[in-house]
Nanobody, 121 residues
Framework: QVQLVESGGGLVQAGGSLRLSCAAS????????MDWYRQAPGKQREAVAS???????GYADSVKGRFTISRDNAKDTVLLQMNSLKPEDTAVYYC???????????????WGQGTQVTVSS
């Protein structure tokens, strides 16, 4: 069974930094694109950052210049370094893998359980 597990969330003051980690476990051969999403209370889930297996990245306008996504293909992990955090960054952050090649086939649209990030003003 393939799982995505996020960690690294917490409470931080505005202007501070956090680093989120998402680790995939299971019989994984490779993971295609990996993304970070977030969902604030009362709002829809939104895409924050993405990274292809080859390292091409993309960011939401609201986090450009502050957040950096990276991955380690050998360890099946993706990181999100978040700097200059703002109260509006408060949300549950979710890791997503669009497709995962496993020993039993290709799994699509996998989600982690989420990790809470709270930024105080």
């Amino acid at each position: 069974q393939v799982q995505l597990v996020e960690s690294g969330g917490g409470l931080v003051q505005a202007g501070g930094s956090l680093r989120l980690s998402c680790a995939a476990s299971g019989s994984i051969f490779s993971i295609n694109r990996m993304d970070w999403y977030r969902q604030a209370p009362g709002k829809q889930r939104e895409a924050v950052a993405s990274i292809t297996r080859g390292g091409i990245t993309g960011y939401a306008d609201s986090v450009k210049g502050r957040f950096t996504i990276s991955r380690d293909n050998a360890k099946d992990t993706v990181l999100l370094q978040m700097n200059s955090l703002k109260p509006e960054d408060t949300a549950v952050y979710y890791c997503n893998a669009d497709s995962v090649v496993t020993a039993v086939g290709i799994l699509r649209d996998l989600w982690g359980q989420g990790t809470q990030v709270t930024v105080s003003s």
